[in-house]
């Protein structure tokens, strides 16, 4: 398919600010006024991680929120290009290209919204939330998952201090809040007016794709390593489902990666292996 870049650009901009959130989140904020300007829920970035050739190619990041001219991407350490990016400190030139990807559609706006966050997972949501509310969704659940209490999001930055934001915890090990997978949450919570917004582990994803058979409007954003960002180098491909469950494939980076939860064959997706290149 073809990609319209027309929205993306590359900026150079200054990092105003580094957070150590705990349990090794970290929150990189950046002065990008294109990228702030433009970027919807759930789309991405392609940041440079370093001025040299090492690494090579570029790592994407979730826009997580805007506030003027700034940009914030979270993320932890999982590779050369991550480490790189948490040692930046303020003052230093980070290299954007962005917006990417498709993100969340919010037409029409649901009249409840359930967010559904495991782990890194949290990423395109505070974006999102604002989105919604502006949107005029009243009633918005955030159900935040992670395996230890110290590697939950914190709540407050969900909905920065807005009252119709409702965050429920779930940890695997009772740490905080329930004690269980975040998709226990779901009972008494997903009513029939509610849209499903989602991001998360690939497994946590398909655990909602299996309980969410009533038709609803339900979107998840997936993962995948990419190396261009916008269908050139085919790294980021995913098993979906075409008319009538025939399987196909797509791209995280152009069809995503926000999809809706049936178009993904979600039994294929998590049999693959996963990629912790960044």
Do not use: K
Request: negative net charge; glycine residues 14%.
């Amino acid at each position: 398919m073809s990609v319209d870049l027309r929205r993306a650009a590359v900026e150079t901009g200054e990092v105003v600010g580094v957070e150590r959130l705990g349990g090794g989140l970290i929150e990189l904020s950046a002065r990008l006024p294109h990228l702030a300007a433009q970027a919807r829920p759930g789309e991405f970035a392609q940041l440079r991680c370093s001025h040299g050739v090492v690494p090579l190619l570029r790592r994407p990041f979730s826009v997580a929120w805007t506030e003027a001219d700034v940009c914030s991407f979270v993320f932890e350490v999982v590779g050369a290009g991550t480490r790189l990016l948490a040692a930046m400190e303020a003052g230093d030139a980070l290299d954007s290209l962005g917006p990417l990807g498709r993100g969340f559609n919010l037409e029409p706006a649901p009249a409840r919204a359930v967010c559904v966050s495991g782990g890194l997972g949290c990423a395109p949501f505070p974006l999102l939330l604002r989105a919604l509310r502006a949107s005029g969704v009243a009633d918005i659940i955030v159900l935040n998952g992670a395996a230890i209490a110290s590697r939950l999001y914190p709540a407050e930055r969900f909905g920065r201090g807005d009252p119709a934001i409702t965050v429920l915890e779930a940890t695997d090990d009772g740490s905080r809040g329930h004690r269980g997978y975040v998709t226990d949450l779901l009972d008494g919570v997903l009513t029939a007016d509610a849209g499903l917004f989602a991001c998360g582990p690939n497994r946590m994803l398909a655990t909602l794709a299996g309980s969410v058979t009533d038709g609803r409007s339900a979107q998840a954003s997936l993962e995948a390593p990419m190396g261009c960002g916008f269908g050139t180098c085919l790294g980021c491909a995913l098993p979906l489902r075409g008319e009538g469950g025939a399987p196909l494939w797509g791209l995280c980076c152009s069809d995503g990666p926000v999809m809706a939860l049936r178009a993904v064959d979600w039994e294929a997706l998590v049999r693959m292996p996963s990629a912790d290149v960044a």
